[in-house]
């Protein structure tokens, strides 16, 4: 079965501050791909990053990083230095069937909220 | 790149209307287009899955004569949601994605009320 995990429900933090989203997941492909998509309140999902299984590299991207570890089976965000704009939810997700329909499985979500 | 419009943005109707959602890839031509389901605080739910030119793949309990999705040409796709109820309400958003292992591009959703 293929499951997402973010344990964090809802986060608040106040500018400034940085701040690590956690996501686990579950798969027994070995083959897969693991989203990251920010959902401001205005609902669309902004794509922020996907990382394919085989690259185990950290990611850095202005403020954003992202930390996979394959034999943890994270895929954690941390924001570095946060912003109010930062304020949405973030949504972890996993994609298997590589080559095939590609669904994306989406954790439940994690709520950050970045107060001034 | 990779744009992707859903309209309308946001209905409200009344109970026993049926509402259609469009889909459209505007700058690629999306094989592959997923319906998600979104109820308030919380997660994206796949609805279904439809390929250019076939019957759409609906997940477990979603009912097919309740969303009826057409896949009709590779930048294209409704969801019609008919006889809507209150129960219906939620907001509907689309993907779609090319070829091979492309990534999914998501509209802007459809935010449905029902009175």
């Known amino acids: 079965a293929q499951k997402v995990t973010q344990a964090q429900t809802e986060i608040s933090v106040v500018e400034k501050e940085d701040v690590t989203l956690d996501c686990v997941y579950e798969?027994?492909?070995?083959?897969?791909?693991l989203f990251w998509y920010k959902q401001p309140p205005s609902g669309e999902l902004v794509f922020l990053i996907r990382?394919?299984?085989?690259?185990?590299q950290n990611e850095i991207s202005g403020r954003y990083s992202w930390n996979f570890q394959k034999s943890t089976s994270s895929f954690n965000f941390t924001i570095t230095a946060s912003q109010v704009v930062d304020s949405a939810v973030y949504f972890c997700?996993?994609?298997?069937?590589?080559?095939?329909?590609?669904?994306?499985?989406f954790g439940k979500g994690t709520k950050l909220s970045v107060k001034p | 790149g990779a744009v992707v419009s859903q309209h309308p943005s946001w209905v409200i109707c009344k109970s026993g209307t049926s509402v259609k959602i469009e889909c459209r890839s505007l700058?690629?031509?999306?094989?592959?287009m997923f319906w998600y389901r979104q109820f308030p605080k919380q997660s994206l739910m796949l609805m279904a899955t439809?390929?250019?030119?076939?019957?759409?793949?609906?997940e477990q309990g979603v009912e097919k004569d309740k969303f009826l999705i057409n896949h009709a040409s590779l930048t294209l796709s409704t969801l019609t949601v008919t006889s809507a109820h209150p129960e219906d309400s939620s907001f509907y958003i689309c993907?779609?994605?090319?070829?091979?292992?492309?990534?999914?591009?998501f509209g802007d959703g459809t935010r449905l009320s029902i009175l």
């Open positions: 993907s779609a994605r090319s070829l091979g292992n492309q990534p999914q591009h």
């Open positions: 798969t027994r492909d070995t083959t897969y791909y």
């Open positions: 990382r394919n299984s085989f690259d185990e």
């Open positions: 997700a996993l994609s298997s069937n590589f080559g095939s329909q590609g669904n994306l499985i």
């Open positions: 700058d690629f031509q999306a094989t592959t």
């Open positions: 439809s390929n250019e030119g076939s019957k759409a793949t609906y």
